[in-house]
């Protein structure tokens, strides 16, 4: 009976890898992706290492600058290197779980929980550093989590060198990671000195902790340093401009961008009340799994690798909820939003399964517990989308207003085409400009202050623009609402 579930299990995330491949070759490119290509991608490496912006993803950038240097720019190769962050987060996600929930029926649920919530792939496949982040920090934690499973073994050192190693390229990346790294750190070394100390019999075949802790921390400072050193030193506080400034807004960021990206509200309605549903069912399964997993150190010596696999995630989101909670009322930092809460999504589905996985009495509290998991499996497959990434849906086919332009036979000729409208589009159009070498184009200005263009594309927020300008509609997107108009 399990082997189907397993089976099932492969053959979901085996689709869902081929169709985040499909959406980076096909999907337009983006405002945010196409200004990290104009901003550093296309610029020399003094620029990459020596400017900073929250747009800015380390490691990220030097990939996809080396892979475009060597495969020209088109959007696929910009997003080469989430597409392979993609691949190792399926990769892990399934090891992982495996582990945890063995075989069965919660095997499957497990890595559809984490697999298919609609924000987390997105972030799998756009250009950006966030996918590349959770994929490598979610492997540092299952190098760790082998390490407290055998801590006895001979490889220990270069495991956990390795795992250093891992958690600098996830800081890298994108540097809200350094949140739960650390507490991944913390609460590894928590457990492995509880270990060392309550099982006499491994002690001598046990690294000491602070020798532990010096193979782990060392090799991430190191590697952090020498490739955030020069990009951080020309940082000043107005870079990290984005996050949430309530509570409220951070968890509702991660409610809609999870289950309202597309019209399929049937099973979650999007209302006030189905809302604060939601968010009362996230902080209760956050406690819940904490709580179960203080029961478990509480008799830690008989836990199952399962349980100590509880205890070490329940320990990373305890701990990340503290030092965020920290950061944003004593030293006013902004709370993760969205895109830099991606990390909160897994922590969060994480708690919700280990609350399942391990609910105390009959076996069928679990079953009556995975009921909910199931409504929001349900809603997430229901959000599924393959031709826009929800964080820009307005630059949906963005792509086909370049391609509009250039086979418009009325295009102004001699001279380079000047195109105006919503800032959020200059990027996007100047990247198509960049990597199609079009000559007939100006190069869009970031600015809705133009007065005179040949032709205007405007979002749906300033759709207005059309009748004021006494424009003509000659292309519209009819999901996102963004046109392309020209004088009348």
């Known amino acids: 009976m399990r082997l189907p579930f397993r089976a099932a299990s492969i053959c979901l995330l085996v689709f869902l890898f081929a169709m985040n491949v499909y959406r980076a070759v096909t999907q337009a490119i983006t405002h945010d992706e196409a ?74 649920l497990s890595v559809s929980a984490l697999s298919m919530n609609p924000l987390m792939l997105d972030f799998l496949s756009a250009a950006r550093g966030y996918g590349m982040a959770l994929a490598l920090f979610l492997l540092g934690v299952y190098l760790l989590f082998g390490f407290l499973r055998s801590p006895e073994t001979t490889r220990s050192k270069r495991r956990l060198i390795a795992t250093g190693l891992t958690f600098a390229a996830s800081v890298c990346s994108n540097i809200t990671y350094l949140v739960p790294i650390t507490a991944a750190t913390l609460m590894f070394l928590s457990m492995h000195w509880l270990r060392r100390h309550t099982t006499p019999d491994l002690r001598d ?20 340093w020498l490739i955030l050193v020069f990009p951080l030193s020309a940082a000043s506080p107005d870079h ?12 509702e960021s991660l409610v809609i961008f999870s289950f309202y990206g597309l019209p399929a509200y049937w099973l979650i309605p999007n209302s006030a009340m189905a809302r604060e549903v939601t968010y009362a069912g996230m902080a209760v399964s956050l406690a819940f799994a904490i709580v179960l997993a203080g029961f478990a150190v509480a008799r830690w010596k008989r836990i199952s690798d399962a349980e100590r696999a509880m205890i070490f995630i329940a320990g990373i989101a305890g701990m990340s909820l503290g030092a965020i909670t920290a950061g944003f009322y004593l030293a006013g930092v902004v709370l993760p939003l969205d895109r830099t809460a991606i990390y909160w999504v897994l ?31 349900a809603q997430y497959a229901l959000c599924f989308r393959t031709t826009f990434y929800q964080a820009w ?43 199609r070498k079009l000559a007939w184009l100006a190069e869009m200005e970031r600015t809705d202050q133009l007065q005179v263009a040949d032709y205007w594309t405007f979002d749906m927020y300033q759709a207005d623009q059309v009748a004021k300008r006494g424009l003509r509609i000659v292309w519209r997107d009819s999901l996102s609402g963004t046109v392309l108009a020209v004088p009348k």
């Open 393 to 435: 849906l307005f630059h949906r086919h963005c792509d086909q207003i370049v391609a509009y332009m250039e086979r418009d036979p009325a295009r102004p000729a001699g001279r380079p085409v000047v195109v105006g409208g919503s800032w959020e589009m200059a990027a996007p159009i100047n990247f198509y400009r960049a990597s």
């Open 240 to 251: 990290f401009y984005y996050g949430a400034h309530s509570w409220r807004e951070a968890a």
């Open 347 to 377: 922590l969060l589905t994480f708690a919700m399964l280990l609350a399942i996985r391990f609910a105390p009495g009959p076996r069928w509290i679990g079953c009556v517990l995975a009921v909910p998991m199931l409504v929001v499996i």
């Open 205 to 224: 075949r046990m690294l000491p902790v602070e020798n532990t802790a010096r193979f782990l921390v060392t090799p991430f400072l190191v590697v952090s």
């Open 35 to 108: 200004l990290t290509y104009s901003w550093f991608v296309s610029q020399p490496w003094d620029v990459v290492f020596h400017r900073y912006d929250a747009n800015h993803h380390v490691l990220f950038t030097i990939l996809s600058k080396l892979i475009v240097s060597v495969a020209g720019v088109n959007e696929f190769t910009m997003r080469i290197p989430t597409i392979a962050a993609c691949a190792l987060y399926f990769w892990v996600v399934f090891r992982l779980c495996e582990i945890i929930f063995g075989s069965g029926w919660l095997l499957l």
